[in-house]
């Protein structure tokens, strides 16, 4: 993908207000151009049919044509300007948003609340968006990996995982969708997952993964304990870990700081599941920008547990599972799709040998 010398953004949305925020926030940033607003989905998918755009943000609730309805029109026309999502803070809001990035939209920012940060709105939109829009334009380069010293090679017919940990952010709901949806089979072990999203946009993303494969799939509670075939994700806005409470293997969601400028953090789900699962420890890193989960894969693999990363070329943004990579704590790199067949392989040896 080449970087243009100036991205070129469409800004969509029937607000003035939130337009002339989103405007604002960007004027700052000098990679950024601000070349177009439109007031609902039809004007902009107009626009982008016969004028250079690079990225659109675009609202979903407006007259005359949707952001829903402009996705599915961009996808017919076959234009391929990249969408990112201004999301309504709900549960409505959620479960459209994640409509939206399954029809190609590669991520979102919500439109922001009033709270006691006193940041104004555009100060807001621009913590946000700003760094989703230029890491899309101005990926992370792939290294070539370090050769990752004291770490055996996994040998796969002898790995039998007990536990299955995932990090992933920018990209990551439709990674997360298309994995899941090659996952329909029963496994013998909780899958716990670290998705870089506000609250509410996180009870939404576990309810849609466990439709797409028939599992539970819900946000981690407090002091829960796990159960094989069900999907936990991390509350928006907490980080989640695993303890052992009598015995058993508990999720424990606290509130503490920003860990790698996200909350929640992967790396802390990674380090507990490697600490008490040791070698049965399977983790998987997909798209996201930033380093979260480097350092969880790292302790991951001290332990003698596999770490699986997606490849760069199905990702949106490499940052995260490049940073593994970079680091060489990984056994196996693919797709989403390749990634859900391995795990499938590695679940059905792991039902063979625990529980037949």
């Known amino acids: 993908m080449s970087t243009p010398s100036k991205i070129k953004v469409l800004i969509v949305d029937d607000s003035i207000l939130f337009r002339s925020q989103i405007q604002l926030a960007l004027s700052s940033c000098p990679q950024i151009e601000v070349v177009a607003v439109a007031s609902n989905g039809k004007i902009g998918v107009d626009m982008m049919a016969c004028r250079e755009i690079d990225a659109c943000i675009l609202d979903i609730e407006m007259p005359v044509m949707t952001g829903i309805e402009a996705l599915r029109e961009l996808k017919s026309r076959g234009i391929k300007t990249k969408v990112i999502m201004f999301s309504a803070q709900s549960k409505a809001g959620a479960e459209k948003t994640l409509e939206a990035m399954s029809l190609g939209a590669v991520d979102f920012v919500p439109k922001p609340l009033p709270d006691e940060t006193k940041l104004a709105p555009a100060d807001k939109i621009r913590e946000a968006l700003l760094p989703k829009l230029l890491s899309l334009f101005y990926p992370q380069s792939v290294q070539a990996p370090k050769k990752a010293t004291g770490h055996p090679?996994?040998?796969?017919?002898?790995?039998?995982?007990?536990?299955?940990?995932?990090?992933?952010?920018?990209?990551?709901?439709?990674?997360?969708?298309?994995?899941?949806?090659?996952?329909?089979?029963?496994?013998?072990?909780?899958?716990?997952?670290?998705?870089?999203?506000?609250?509410?946009?996180?009870?939404?993303?576990?309810?849609?993964?466990?439709?797409?494969?028939?599992?539970?799939?819900?946000?981690?509670?407090?002091?829960?304990?796990?159960?094989?075939?069900?999907?936990?994700?991390?509350?928006?806005?907490?980080?989640?870990?695993?303890?052992?409470?009598?015995?058993?293997?508990?999720?424990?969601?606290?509130?503490?700081?920003?860990?790698?400028?996200?909350?929640?953090?992967?790396?802390?789900?990674?380090?507990?599941?490697a600490a008490i699962f040791g070698r049965s420890t399977a983790a998987i890193v997909f798209t996201g920008m930033g380093r979260d989960g480097a350092t969880g894969a790292a302790e991951i693999k001290k332990n003698g547990g596999a770490v699986l990363i997606q490849s760069a070329e199905s990702c949106i943004v490499f940052g995260m599972p490049g940073a593994v990579h970079a680091d060489g704590n990984f056994d196996y790199i693919g797709t989403p799709s390749e990634l859900s067949t391995k795990t499938q392989a590695l679940a059905r040896a792991t039902k063979s040998r625990y529980v037949a």
């Open 153 to 273: 090679p996994i040998i796969w017919e002898s790995f039998f995982p007990r536990v299955l940990v995932i990090a992933s952010s920018t990209g990551g709901p439709i990674a997360l969708e298309t994995f899941f949806a090659g996952l329909t089979a029963p496994v013998p072990f909780p899958i716990l997952i670290t998705q870089h999203m506000p609250p509410v946009f996180t009870a939404s993303l576990a309810e849609r993964l466990g439709k797409v494969c028939g599992k539970v799939g819900r946000e981690g509670v407090n002091g829960e304990e796990l159960k094989a075939d069900h999907i936990y994700v991390a509350p928006g806005g907490f980080h989640m870990q695993i303890v052992v409470v009598n015995e058993k293997p508990t999720i424990h969601v606290f509130e503490a700081e920003q860990r790698n400028f996200v909350k929640p953090c992967a790396d802390y789900l990674f380090e507990s599941a």
